[in-house]
């Protein structure tokens, strides 16, 4: 069975600090795929970048970063420099591929989420 | 491109009663899934449906139902109705088997509350 659990439930930093919000995972696939979505206090989640369990490369998009370490069954997030309109709860999400079948077919398997304040 | 719309944006029903929820995709997806949102819960999965099929459902009790359209617009169906449905309740969609990599993209939720 898949499961992602992020620890850090709530975080609160100040304007222009540096965060890091961790995530780790466990499946037995060895294809996969994780997902990081934002939810915003408007309820919608929010895409923000996809990683395949086969591309260890770490990825940088303006201040967000994404850690993908195998070896650990990690992927954390980071951002940098944070403003307060990066206040929102983060998500972070599992998923297998189509073809893989069984329970968890077609679905993400989510964390609980962490709570990011940031504070001006 | 429009996203992923879902409607109403809020119901109110009482127990035992029904509710209807539903969902478009973005235009040229093929896959809706849906998602209960409760406090202190995190995302559960409830249902899967591509290409008018139920493809799989979370642990959820039959009184949750639902179909999808041949345009692939879904509705989810919550019959009699208890209190500890109250959630916001999470549509996505993704292109289906043509991607493999299951990118789900949601729409802003419709919250239900059950008096």
């Known amino acids: 069975a898949q499961k992602v659990t992020q620890a850090q439930t709530e975080i609160s930093v100040v304007e222009k600090e540096d965060v890091t919000l961790d995530c780790v995972y466990e499946?037995?696939?060895?294809?996969?795929?994780l997902f990081w979505y934002k939810q915003p206090p408007s309820g919608e989640l929010v895409f923000l970048i996809r990683?395949?369990?086969?591309?260890?490369q770490n990825e940088i998009s303006g201040r967000y970063s994404w850690n993908f370490q195998k070896s650990t069954s990690s992927f954390n997030f980071t951002i940098t420099a944070s403003q307060v309109v990066d206040s929102a709860v983060y998500f972070c999400?599992?998923?297998?591929?189509?073809?893989?079948?069984?329970?968890?077919?077609?679905?993400?398997?989510f964390g609980q989420g962490t709570i990011l304040t940031v504070h001006p | 491109e429009a996203g992923v719309t879902q409607s109403p944006t809020h119901l109110i029903k009482t127990r035992g009663q029904q509710a209807t929820l539903r969902c478009s995709p973005i235009?040229?997806?093929?896959?809706v899934y849906w998602y209960q949102q409760a406090l202190g819960l995190g995302l559960q999965f409830l249902l899967w449906y591509d290409e008018g099929e139920e493809r799989n459902r979370g642990n959820f009790p039959p009184r949750f139902s639902g179909r999808q359209f041949p345009n692939y617009s879904s509705e989810l169906n919550v019959n009699a109705l208890e209190l500890e449905d109250s959630a916001l309740y999470l549509c996505?969609?993704?292109?289906?088997?043509?991607?493999?990599?299951?990118?789900?993209?949601f729409g802003p939720g419709t919250r239900l509350t059950v008096l």
């Open positions: 996505a969609s993704s292109p289906g088997w043509d991607s493999p990599y299951n990118e789900q993209f």
């Open positions: 999400a599992l998923s297998e591929p189509f073809n893989a079948g069984g329970t968890s077919y077609g679905k993400l398997t």
């Open positions: 990683r395949n369990s086969f591309d260890e």
């Open positions: 235009s040229g997806h093929t896959s």
């Open positions: 499946t037995r696939d060895t294809t996969y795929y």
